[in-house]
């Protein structure tokens, strides 16, 4: 079982079935923010996703990964960047209304944490049970996963550079 830390000493087991690279991306629906409550459909064949999971928009290191990629995704030619909490699409589409999100798609998983179950980022245990651990899926053409990174301790931020080479070179 996978597992990252809080705090740099609590450790938190994922759960949910651990998708790696080379794996075929679960189809796996979502909500999106805007258009509000529509759904969205992350995995399957022809188009290539930057996928971003993070616990929450309101925290300081989600915030600022979440305004890096929307800024980055500009310069993304055919890649679907997709950010998924688990905050409600309404807190969701209110944050990015104030962030100025306008070049990804801001989605949740509160209905059923269908993604984070199928995509293995759910945490299991810990003071943050139930949210999602901070990690970043690139998914190519064929529906394989291309790209994963696991941000071992939830407060730091990902490797951007690494993710969006991994987007570039799968497209």
Known sequence: ?????FKNDIVCNLAGTEINV???????TVVNCDPMLQDETIGG???????IAVPSLD???CDAETRRFNTEAAGLDGVEVITVSMDLPFAAARWCGAAGIDN????????NKDFANNYGVLLADGPL???MARVIFVIGKDGKVAYKQVVPEITEEPNYEEALAAAKAAC
């Open 1 to 5: 079982m996978a597992t990252v830390t």
């Open 45 to 51: 064949e022809g188009k290539v996703q930057l996928v």
């Open 129 to 131: 049970a139930g949210i």
């Open 59 to 61: 925290t300081g290191v």
């Open 104 to 111: 990804i798609k801001v989605c949740s998983d509160f209905r």
């Open 22 to 28: 080379g794996d075929t991306a679960p189809v796996t």
